[in-house]
């Protein structure tokens, strides 16, 4: 079993930081290979904000691009999304998201972390 455990979300003002991490754990894959942040404002679809390739090839959501930073740090399977200049709009449940490499490839979605922004 593969379990995705999400942290560092919060309540922020307009125009704050924080940064959310990621972890993997599980003893059946063998290796991650895409990792990404997903978000959903109530009512609305989730959407992709940012994802990142095994070697480190990036993709973000146009809102995102020059705010947030997704990293990865493979020997800790961990994933982390920095993100700066928030605004109201960014105010959403975020979602980790792993594609690992068992006896086939499985897609893997934590939990959730609540991020809100005030204005």
């Known amino acids: 079993q593969v379990q995705l455990v999400e942290s560092g979300g919060g309540l922020v003002q307009a125009g704050g930081s924080l940064r959310l991490s990621c972890a993997v754990s599980?003893?059946?894959?063998?290796?991650?290979?895409?990792m990404g942040w997903y978000r959903q404002a109530p009512g609305q679809q989730r959407e992709l904000v940012a994802e990142?390739?095994?070697?480190?090839?990036?993709n973000y959501q146009d809102s995102a691009k020059g705010r947030f930073t997704i990293s990865r740090d493979n020997a800790k399977n961990t994933v982390y999304l920095q993100m700066n200049s928030l605004k109201p709009e960014d105010t959403a449940v975020y979602y980790c998201?792993?594609?690992?490499?068992?006896?086939?490839?499985?897609?893997?979605w934590g939990q959730g972390t609540q991020v809100t922004v005030s204005s």
């Open positions: 998201n792993a594609v690992v490499s068992a006896a086939s490839f499985i897609s893997v």
């Open positions: 599980g003893s059946i894959f063998i290796s991650i290979n895409a």
């Open positions: 990142i390739t095994s070697g480190g090839s990036t």
